[in-house]
Antibody, heavy 120, light 106 residues
Framework: QVFLVESGGGVVQPGRSLRLSCAASGFTFSRYAMNWVRQAPGKGLDWVAAVSSDGSSEFYTDSVKGRFSISRDNSENTLYLHMNSLRGDDTAVYYC?????????????WGQGTLVTVSS | DIQMTQSPSTLSASVGDRVTITCRASQEISSWLAWYQQKPGKAPKLLLYEAFRLQNGVPSRFSGSGSGTEFTLTISSLQPDDFGTYYCQKYNRYPLTFGGGTTVEI
């Protein structure tokens, strides 16, 4: 059974940094592209970033380019999101999401999410 | 970037009703479209992909159609468990983009 467990969320001041982690289990992590998708309180879904299965390619939504960095450690089955220069509009639940096929693809498994609150 | 527009934003229906949600892409995306259901406080759940393929374990009352720029999600006979918010997502290329969501009230 596929499990994706996010951690690292919390309250952070504007301009500061935070690193999210996602521990994956139940599948061969190194074979799948992975994504981060976020959802601001009471709002819709917003794709944030993707990384290829081997970590060699990264993709970002415009609003986080230059501030966020997605990475992975296939030896540890872990996905990361490094977030710098955080702003109030980055406040959201961040979901770790698996690509279900050849990337880009549908998002077939989701973690439970971790809440990031950017506030002074 | 391609924009995804869903309609309606909210709908109220009764158990047993046939429900249809529409998703329009601002540019051609072939059949690279997925549908998700989200319940309050929970992560989204994949229902359909490639516009019409049913994800394993999803009831057959859910179906999808369309290609190009216009797509529909149909629930043939609405059940009490089908309340929630439904999102379409295009995945032909990055950036992946979701529609704004349709909230189904029973």
């Amino acid at each position: 059974q596929v499990f994706l467990v996010e951690s690292g969320g919390g309250v952070v001041q504007p301009g500061r940094s935070l690193r999210l982690s996602c521990a994956a289990s139940g599948f061969t992590f190194s074979r799948y592209a992975m994504n981060w998708v976020r959802q601001a309180p009471g709002k819709g879904l917003d794709w944030v970033a993707a990384v290829s299965s081997d970590g060699s390619s990264e993709f970002y939504t415009d609003s986080v380019k230059g501030r966020f960095s997605i990475s992975r450690d296939n030896s540890e089955n872990t996905l990361y999101l490094h977030m710098n220069s955080l702003r109030g509009d980055d406040t959201a639940v961040y979901y770790c999401v698996r690509d279900g096929g050849i990337a880009p693809s549908r998002s077939d498994y989701w973690g439970q999410g971790t809440l990031v609150t950017v506030s002074s | 970037d391609i924009q995804m527009t869903q309609s309606p934003s909210t709908l109220s229906a009764s158990v047993g009703d046939r429900v249809t949600i529409t998703c329009r892409a601002s540019q051609e995306i072939s059949s690279w479209l997925a549908w998700y259901q989200q319940k309050p406080g929970k992560a989204p759940k994949l229902l359909l992909y490639e516009a019409f393929r049913l994800q394993n374990g999803v009831p057959s009352r859910f179906s999808g159609s369309g290609s190009g720029t216009e797509f529909t999600l149909t629930i043939s006979s609405l059940q009490p468990d089908d309340f929630g918010t439904y999102y379409c997502q295009k995945y032909n290329r990055y950036p992946l983009t979701f529609g704004g969501g349709t909230t189904v009230e029973i």
